[in-house]
């Protein structure tokens, strides 16, 4: 079983606010198909990340709000509108500044963003949320941190986690989400990461976050690592090259920051180039074309930024010992 992305007994918890907005708990569970035993407070049922997100899913239908109602109504649909307004910005700093931009418009809860001379520090407004649970400002925490981490494909590692409230009964729960034991009773929900991650740059694209945004609500409680070796980073910056514009290593070494010099060393070290990388992408895209069938050779030869067909047919050999025919069969 997955572990959830949030400590405590998030189901019962959910529950709680769904009794709160005036539902039946039981008709919630059996809603999303759990026991009534998932609500015990003693602890109940083993519960399932995708059991809890469907029963969050219920919670959004049933409220018509992504915070459950519990402050300012976020209305369905707020956080695919944010992170379709993202998607396209260099980097982590532009954006964090979008996100701020879109919590402004669409009602969420408030985001600032300081930036020290060593740390950045984000804080979520959770003031207006009536959350004696906690969950909302835990999910907010979590959310936020997830999706930076998705954004740039790789963890953000926190140096401090600020939470305005007392420490809870699964405080020590806390690390295993978040990799770091939060400060309680603060004076605000604050998360802080080195400032060198601003100029991270983003590495996903339109199909990836269609996938990203058809896995919600799992993406908000499921536990996930990012790629975070320098041919990770590499080959999801080389990816957007299969949309027309292959980057050159000299650019790809500045968005990460170092010399072209030192990021060929980290990749040798890895037993990997970037045309290794570069070849993986291509043979990885047109192998998949082909089974789809969707476009002709010459479509996808012309796609790839093959001057002709030709030489696609002799690199798709090489790549595979066989023709691209083959793969179409």
């Known amino acids: 079983m997955s572990r959830s992305a949030l400590p405590g007994n998030v189901a019962r918890r959910l529950v709680r606010i769904g009794e709160r907005q005036g539902l039946d708990a039981a008709s919630l569970l059996r809603r999303a198909g759990l026991p009534a035993s998932a609500a015990d407070p003693s602890g109940g049922a083993a519960v399932t990340v995708s ?8 919670l959004w239908l049933l409220t018509g709000d992504e915070l459950f109602g519990l402050g300012p109504p976020v ?8 992170m379709r307004s993202v998607i396209h910005v260099p980097d982590l700093r532009a954006a964090l500044q979008r996100l701020a931009e879109a919590g402004e418009v669409l009602g969420t809860p408030r985001l600032r963003v300081t930036a020290g001379d060593a740390l950045v520090e984000v804080e979520i407004d959770v003031s207006l949320l009536d959350d004696p649970d906690h969950l909302g ?10 999706v930076l981490g998705w954004l740039v494909g790789r963890r953000i590692v926190l140096r401090e986690l600020r939470l305005p409230w007392s420490s809870p009964a699964y405080a020590a729960e806390y690390e295993a989400v978040f990799g770091r034991h939060p400060v309680f009773d603060a004076a605000g929900l604050v998360l802080a990461f080195d400032r060198a991650l601003l100029t991270a740059p983003l590495v996903r694209d339109e199909r990836q976050l269609a996938d990203y945004l058809a896995d919600q609500p799992n993406v908000w409680f499921a536990t996930r690592d990012y790629g975070s070796s320098t041919a990770d980073q590499v080959r999801r910056i080389l ?9 050159v290593p000299d650019d790809i070494a500045a968005r990460l920051n170092m ?10 070290a890895e037993h ?6 570069k070849e993986d992408l291509l043979r990885e895209a047109a192998v998949a074309s082909l089974a789809r069938g969707e476009e002709s050779v010459e479509e996808l030869a012309r796609r790839l930024g093959f001057s002709e067909a030709s030489a696609f047919r002799r690199a798709f050999r090489r790549w595979t010992g066989q023709p691209p025919g083959a793969y179409r069969r």
């Open 75 to 82: 209305r369905l649909g707020a956080f695919q509108l944010m």
């Open 259 to 268: 010399s072209t010099q030192h990021l060929r060393r980290l990749l040798r």
């Open 272 to 277: 990997t180039s970037i045309g290794q990388l």
């Open 51 to 58: 059991q809890v997100a469907e029963l969050t899913q219920e």
């Open 239 to 247: 990816a957007r090259g299969l949309s027309g514009h292959w980057p």
């Open 137 to 146: 400002g835990e999910l907010l925490a979590t959310l936020i941190h997830r």
